[in-house]
């Protein structure tokens, strides 16, 4: 049997970019990882508390993935809040995936990448994902970028998904302490995350105002509440800490 140049070629390929997604699969053992798959565990609980079918919850998962989105849309459900302001309020929280998936696809654009691919890949671009990728696609070949993004990115997504869907059917197993812990991970990783990521003073400050202006928020708008005390919270954190800065300068 005469085998060509080009199917030589293309076998080896294959087992290159499926070397390298094995490589990307060694990521979901890394800690970022590991602590979105504990706040996926609150999630559930989150789901639970809700009223929302473990199917829902799954579904909610696998369908939006940003953790952040989906919190908006319990929250949105939780407080009977219109469709509209739902959408309008995910929208917002998913606008600031735009400039990431905007910096990581030609990082991972390859010579013979498939436009439909990097479409199917953009799907899982969140915080946790692009920062693994944004730093450690450099070390990667470019025609195997591809690969090794979906061997971290996509099973990370499947294994929350599937987290999501036995914790919630397990609640009813657990003590209600237990319950109440994993519900509690969510805000406390968002929280931690977020804090440690400020590099300004403004936007540890933000954290802070925020929650405080979330009540005025609800007095001024039910429905819009998480949108006002954003923009009350975030305008509040960017003044003081222009001033504080200001003065440190000086």
């Known amino acids: 049997m005469v085998t060509s140049d080009d199917s030589i070629d293309q076998a080896a390929s294959q087992g290159e970019r499926f070397t390298w997604f094995l490589r990307g699969m060694r990521g979901l053992v890394s800690a970022p990882a590991l602590i979105l798959m504990s706040a996926f565990l609150g999630f559930a609980g989150l789901c639970r508390e ?84 944004m730093e450690r696609l450099r070390s990667v070949p470019r025609n195997c970028r591809t690969s090794y993004y979906a061997g971290f990115a996509v099973p990370l997504t499947l ?60 007095w001024l708008a039910p429905g819009f509440e998480l949108l006002v005390a954003g923009l009350l919270g975030g305008v509040v954190a960017y003044l003081l800490g222009r001033a504080i800065d200001g003065r440190r300068v000086a």
């Open 50 to 133: 809700a009223g929302i079918t473990w199917i829902e919850a799954s579904f909610l998962t696998l369908t939006v993935w940003a953790l952040p989105a989906q919190i908006i849309i319990l929250g949105a459900v939780v407080a009977g809040a219109s469709l509209p302001a739902a959408a309008f309020a995910v929208t917002l929280s998913s606008v600031r995936l735009m400039p990431m998936v905007v910096a990581l696809m030609p990082e991972l654009r390859g010579a013979q990448s498939r436009k439909g691919t990097l479409l199917f890949l953009s799907h899982f671009v969140a915080v946790t994902s692009w920062v693994f990728a």
């Open 159 to 218: 294994i929350n998904t599937v987290i999501v869907a036995i914790v919630f059917n397990l609640m009813d197993e657990l003590p209600a302490m237990a319950t109440g812990a994993l519900a509690f991970l969510t805000p406390v990783y968002f929280l931690c995350s977020l804090y440690g990521s400020a590099r300004e003073t403004s936007g540890r400050m933000a954290l802070g105002s925020g929650m405080l202006a979330l009540p005025i928020g609800h």
